[in-house]
């Protein structure tokens, strides 16, 4: 009884220790993502609960500068993907070159593509052909890829923030069900209020920059996760 009961007491000061941190993520976040507090939520929420997200929304609203920020500031790497038309699924998982160095056999190696991140960012998801988007399919689901009959863990945790635009559909290829069903959450990315745009203005053309500093690493981030799946965490 005394075993269940100084259990029970630990959890306490990790969940506040654990809320304390997103909390602190999220205002970190805040100060460079003006007007945006419900979308950094709820991409929070996403992260925290270890899926991916689809941010619908139009250009300009600093959907690439959030994921590059949440990089930053959860101390996670980020890589970015500009999907068109012509993209291959070898640009995006990576390819096997073919080695052939005097004195050895020749051999097969295999070069990484930019999947091989912790937060990758899929600008425009739907501009690249079925094909292509597919080659996202497993990683998001089952956390590597295979190539040549061979399996390629991505790193952990493994996040995807994919973009849509949801006016422009000329030259798009609608997202499967099976590829939306890979999403945890849709987030829409609304147009900020005018306080929102006036600090933008400020920020954009002054002088000072925000300097942001990680306020987890990956580990923590993990630990946090596994924190707040016991008990929810607040966002902000």
Do not use: W
């Not at 100060?31 to 419900?38: A, K, L, T």
């Not at 998001?140 to 952990?156: F, L, N, S």
């Amino acid at each position: 009884m005394s075993t269940v009961v100084d259990t029970q007491t630990d959890i306490v000061p990790r969940l506040e220790a654990a809320s304390e941190r997103v909390q602190k993520a999220h205002k970190a976040a805040a100060s460079v993502i003006f007007g945006q507090d419900q979308v950094i939520e709820r991409v929070l929420i996403t992260l925290l609960s270890g899926g991916h997200a689809l941010l619908i929304g139009v250009p300009g609203l600093a959907k690439t500068l959030l994921v590059d920020t949440l990089g930053k500031v959860l101390g996670l790497d980020a890589k970015r993907i500009q999907f068109t038309p012509d993209l291959m699924p070898s640009d995006i998982i990576g390819s096997e070159v073919l080695e052939d160095e005097p004195g050895r056999a020749r051999s097969f190696r295999f070069i990484k593509g930019p999947i091989f991140t912790q937060l990758l960012m899929a600008d425009e998801i739907n501009r690249a052909s079925p094909k292509t988007q597919s080659a996202l399919l497993q990683a998001m689901q089952e956390h590597h890829v295979t190539v040549a009959g061979q399996r390629h863990d991505t790193p952990t945790p493994f996040h995807v923030l994919a973009t849509q635009n949801p006016l422009e559909q000329e030259g798009t290829y609608p997202l499967p069900e099976a590829q939306l069903d890979r999403f945890l959450l849709q987030v829409d990315v609304n147009y900020p209020d005018l306080i929102a745009e006036r600090k933008m203005l400020y920020a954009t053309t002054g002088t000072d920059s925000i300097k942001l500093e990680a306020i987890l690493s990956a580990p923590e981030l993990m630990a946090t996760s596994a924190s707040c799946a016991r008990s929810p965490c607040p966002t902000r």
